[in-house]
DNA sequence: CTAAAAATTTAGACTAGTCTAAATTTGAGA
DNA sequence: TCTCAAATTTAGACTAGTCTAAATTTTTAG
């Protein structure tokens, strides 16, 4: 079994590896993780030494067949809590990342499997990423990002990349949500901003911020 | 806030206290935790610099009435979390403690609130221990063990002292579970065993070693 | 009342995880 | 290719929690 502390630097390496293709590097590490680089250091080595990272000195780390299964556990644990919470406790969805960062450490496989099944095998957590399988599969999903899309087009979003709780706020206040469709009725060259129409809704004025944080599909 | 260490000291002191009434000894907590004397007497002296505890050298500890109601708080906590394994995900009895043993430190209220209101309020456990109140009140449950029945008067059985796989698993197999009704037939002073009858089942010898470590209320 | 046993505390050490400050290595730009 | 700033590692220290072994205090029984 490993740590709190292993496990939550496994799922920031997994994490940190999907965006920067590479091995990643001690400052992004410690930038995520909101420590020091020195204590990274310290880390790695105990991981490379449980062959849980590649890690050679001074040139970042990727994780090993080993780690990235119990990365990707971590990351399933805290997805299925996530819409435990929403779907089952009505938590909002700007509520629960900092309890499912508690929740992903509990040791039961049991318990997880169970979860699972009453949740009825979600493939998506409440933020529309989606969950690894048992075996450490993740489905994947051809998204693209709302200010890539096309005018006069339907897409339905399917995920939020910012999980900040006053982006999901803004989101919530101007009734966007996963699986909401939308159009985009024009876009700006000037600010790269874009007015979107809801189906069935209001029309709205989006920002490239907020388009470069919302994935959709076409429908 | 207080740690997973801090919290499970002030846990076992609180229901060592129950037991024994006056301070509770080192070597009781020691045992109770499976730990060493000397590691208690450290963390007794770190609870007693947060006013938790009253500690005096040589003679044990008791909660403070902050110490007893952060006890109180995770008994709570570990027991709504039990009726959760086993209401909603469907584990047997004997397979929740060590699970709801690491639930029982999530911190969040939040949480603990809405698993309330989801479960719908419980008052006991899988296992018939009662659930405290957020405010920390413990409902008062005037149960007698069988052992202290008499014959020929319909029992309830409300809650079993042990907790064990084997004890629950036993009974389990003889169709004894909490709200089983049933009548002592006879009682033997050889050996203090009982003839029990279930209402509407089967007859059965218990030794002295079960009817000590089962509640039961008159009808 | 006193000696031995039992309980408890103290002393000193160890691990995991973290930090600051200093030393070292890397790599970008002149 | 050289220099220097940025990145990284090392050295040394600290905290929480634990342990063993030794010292001290309390309790028990004769
Ligand atoms: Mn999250
Ligand atoms: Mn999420
Ligand atoms: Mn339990
Ligand atoms: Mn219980």
Same mark, same amino acid.
């Given at each position: 079994?490993?740590s709190? @502390?292993e496990e939550?630097?496994l799922?920031v390496?997994?994490?940190l590896?999907?965006s920067n @293709?590479?091995n990643?590097s001690?400052?992004?590490?410690a930038n ?7 204590s990274?250091t310290?880390? #790695?080595?105990?991981l490379a ?5 590649n890690y050679?000195?001074?040139r970042g ?7 990235e /299964?119990? $990365?990707?556990n971590v ?6 809590? %996530?819409?435990f919470?929403v779907?089952? #406790?009505?938590?909002?969805w *700007?509520?629960?990342?900092?309890? $499912?960062e508690q929740?992903?450490h !509990?040791?039961s496989d049991? /318990? !997880?499997?169970?979860l699972?099944?009453f949740l009825n095998y979600?493939t998506i957590?409440p933020?529309?990423d989606?969950i690894?399988?048992?075996n450490g599969e993740?489905?994947?999903?051809n998204? =693209?990002? /709302?200010?890539?899309?096309i ?5 339905k979003?399917s995920?939020?990349? *910012?999980?900040?709780?006053?982006f999901l706020?803004? #989101? *919530?206040?101007? %009734? !966007?949500?996963?699986?909401?469709e939308?159009? =985009?009725v024009?876009?700006f060259d000037?600010?790269?901003?874009m007015?979107?129409? /809801?189906i069935?809704?209001h @029309?709205? =004025?989006l @920002? ?11 429908k």
């Amino acid at each position: 079994m490993f740590s709190h @502390s292993e496990e939550n630097y496994l799922k920031v390496i997994h994490k940190l590896a999907f965006s920067n @293709s590479k091995n990643v590097s001690t400052n992004l590490i410690a930038n995520e993780l909101q420590t020091k680089a020195s204590s990274v250091t310290d880390m #790695l080595k105990k991981l490379a030494d449980k062959k849980l990272v590649n890690y050679e000195k001074y040139r970042g780390v990727s994780l090993t067949k080993k780690g990235e /299964l119990i $990365a990707v556990n971590v990351v399933r644990k805290h997805r299925l809590w %996530e819409v435990f919470l929403v779907d089952t #406790l009505k938590f909002n969805w *700007d509520e629960v990342h900092d309890v $499912a960062e508690q929740l992903e450490h !509990i040791k039961s496989d049991q /318990l !997880i499997d169970r979860l699972d099944t009453f949740l009825n095998y979600p493939t998506i957590d409440p933020h529309g990423d989606p969950i690894p399988k048992k075996n450490g599969e993740i489905p994947f999903n051809n998204s =693209i990002l /709302l200010s890539e899309g096309i005018t006069n087009k339907i897409y339905k979003v399917s995920c939020v990349k *910012d999980n900040s709780k006053s982006f999901l706020q803004f #989101l *919530d206040k101007h %009734e !966007i949500t996963i699986n909401s469709e939308l159009t =985009i009725v024009d876009k700006f060259d000037f600010d790269d901003s874009m007015t979107v129409k /809801l189906i069935g809704g209001h @029309s709205i =004025i989006l @920002s490239n911020k907020v388009s470069t944080n919302v994935f959709v599909n076409l429908k």
